[in-house]
């Protein structure tokens, strides 16, 4: 095979993967395959990856990407059946699609094949990501050690049982969306009592990134932190009381459920 990783599709998820595997596998070793083609290029002019066919990578790869939107997998699966069911070598199918299984993505592409599901985030593209993974169980031990050294520089990679997997990408997997928007709203505020917007939006996203590293760091639970800044009758304590006031805590429990539904309802 001319590829050791193979990725179909490069959109905002699998080309984050692709840089973050950018930084551990020869870019001779690499190739993509997308609809659209300057996210190929992005990849070649940065990287040096080969601009590949959906068929090629899939004829081609050792570890082969999947990362096509869940709604689109069965499509995109029936295109290379026939080029994966004449394979004579070993090859692994690394699917990053909400809501399917390992079971089910072997049931699209009509094989007994071995299956990696990751659920990563978007932070992967800055080696400061979450990546879950799971196996269903025809992965050799060999090819699970080299994955995860291909994914070293993607972040914190954590094996999770299956049955997890959705509640879990509910959390780490839409996590980026949900703080994006409270550091937007943070500078927000910063904005309204007179800061410039570079400024605040500065000063929000390091203190989400310190509390962060603190709370990793110190072994703290977050109400504990949270106390340690809320001096009596102070500022701090103030904002918290208007946090409460407006359900930001439920708000954001809401959030989480609601998308651990719809991972579940993509796989049915």
Not at 167 to 189: H, K, N, Q, T
Request: aromatic share 6%.
């Amino acid at each position: 095979m001319k590829y050791e990783c193979g990725f179909i599709g490069c959109g905002n998820m699998g080309g984050a993967i692709a840089d973050a595997v950018a930084g551990a596998v020869d870019s001779s070793k690499l190739a993509a395959a997308d609809f659209f083609s300057e996210k190929t290029e992005r990849l070649k002019n940065k990287y040096g990856y080969s601009v590949e066919t959906t068929e090629g990578i899939a004829k081609e790869s050792r570890f082969i990407f999947l990362g096509v939107k869940p709604q689109l997998m069965a499509e995109t699966l029936a295109s290379v059946r026939d080029v994966l069911r004449a394979r004579t070598d070993r090859f692994v199918l690394v699917s990053m699609a909400a809501g399917l299984t390992s079971e089910r993505i072997t049931e699209l592409a009509s094989g007994e094949y071995p299956v990696i599901r990751i659920m990563p985030n978007t932070p992967v593209g800055v080696g400061a990501g979450m990546v879950l993974y799971c196996t269903n169980g025809r992965v050799h031990t060999n090819e699970l050690e080299d994955f995860k050294n291909i994914m070293k520089f993607a972040g914190t990679l954590d094996e999770l049982s299956e049955k997890l997997i959705d509640a879990a990408s509910a959390v780490s997997g839409c996590g980026p969306a949900f703080v994006a928007m409270l550091i937007e709203a943070m500078a927000d505020g910063g904005v309204q009592c007179g800061l410039p917007r570079d400024k605040a939006m500065l000063y929000a996203a390091e203190t989400f990134a310190g509390t962060a590293k603190l709370l990793k760091e110190s072994g703290k639970h977050p109400g504990k932190l949270k106390d340690e800044v809320c001096s009596p009758g102070g500022s701090t304590i103030v904002g918290v009381h208007e946090l409460e006031a407006s359900g930001a805590r439920a708000a954001m429990i809401n959030a989480v459920c609601a998308s651990f539904e719809k991972n579940k309802a993509l796989g049915k």
